[in-house]
């Protein structure tokens, strides 16, 4: 056995829960304010839409599956929307616009006001989430960050952001799936569980 190797899955599973620790130590009460902010959205026959490039692509459509299908819960399903997944409106504003636009004009086509908008980046820097952020608030729409500790420009453009405690994207995205599982499991409880706490 390498222990080269077998160090390697040490070090990052240590980077990762220290940072995950660190990270929920710290933001259990926010996590839980925007949990109910995004029930909120729902039960007023709003929608949460999510956006993001690569592995916060797949972050994007884990989180809208998780919504739309269940997360723990047996509940009705929740109206969410990855705009990662279609291939022939991401290609067709790609190629006729910019690849910067592909987020923005889904925005501006399917928002509308009071509904909620999930950019997620790790670098708070990519231009396709900022613009579909700056859309978002131009429309009305609530507008969520999911970024690593720099925050970069999206911490301009949000009303709640995330930010987790790390600089290595991995560990970045690690714990921002971790922290949407949270917030699925909370818009369930503020939804169906404890539905008082809403109107408080």
């Not at 620790?21 to 304010?33: I, M, R, T």
């Given at each position: 056995?390498?222990?080269?190797?077998?160090?390697?899955?040490?070090?990052?599973?240590?980077?990762?829960?220290?940072?995950r620790?660190a990270?929920f130590?710290e933001?259990?009460?926010?996590?839980?304010?925007?949990g109910?902010v995004?029930a909120?959205?729902?039960?007023?026959?709003?929608?949460i839409?999510?956006?993001?490039?690569?592995?916060?692509?797949?972050?994007?459509?884990?989180?809208?599956?998780?919504?739309?299908?269940?997360?723990?819960?047996e509940?009705?399903?929740?109206?969410?929307i990855?705009?990662?997944?279609?291939?022939?409106?991401?290609?067709?504003?790609?190629?006729d616009?910019?690849?910067?636009?592909?987020?923005?004009?889904?925005?501006?086509?399917?928002?509308?006001?009071?509904?909620?908008?999930?950019?997620?980046s790790t670098s708070g820097?990519?231009?396709?989430?900022?613009?579909a952020?700056?859309?978002?608030?131009?429309?009305?729409?609530?507008?969520?960050?999911?970024?690593?500790?720099?925050?970069?420009?999206?911490?301009?453009?949000?009303?709640?952001l995330?930010q987790?405690?790390a600089?290595d994207?991995?560990?970045?995205?690690e714990i921002?799936?971790?922290?949407g599982?949270?917030l699925c499991?909370?818009v369930?409880?503020?939804?169906?569980?404890?539905v008082?706490?809403?109107?408080?």
């Amino acid at each position: 056995m390498s222990e080269a190797a077998v160090k390697k899955v040490l070090d990052h599973a240590r980077q990762g829960l220290e940072a995950r620790k660190a990270f929920f130590e710290e933001n259990a009460e926010f996590l839980v304010s925007l949990g109910k902010v995004m029930a909120l959205c729902l039960a007023n026959g709003n929608k949460i839409l999510f956006c993001g490039n690569g592995g916060s692509a797949a972050d994007s459509q884990h989180l809208a599956a998780e919504f739309v299908n269940r997360f723990r819960l047996e509940r009705p399903p929740l109206p969410c929307i990855a705009l990662t997944t279609d291939s022939s409106i991401l290609t067709s504003i790609g190629n006729d616009y910019g690849f910067d636009q592909i987020f923005e004009k889904q925005v501006r086509a399917l928002g509308q006001e009071n509904d909620l908008l999930v950019g997620i980046s790790t670098s708070g820097a990519s231009v396709n989430v900022l613009k579909a952020l700056r859309e978002a608030r131009q429309r009305g729409l609530t507008t969520v960050g999911m970024t690593g500790r720099q925050g970069g420009e999206m911490a301009h453009l949000c009303d709640y952001l995330i930010q987790a405690p790390a600089k290595d994207t991995a560990i970045i995205q690690e714990i921002h799936i971790a922290a949407g599982h949270a917030l699925c499991h909370l818009v369930d409880h503020f939804l169906f569980e404890e539905v008082s706490a809403l109107s408080a």
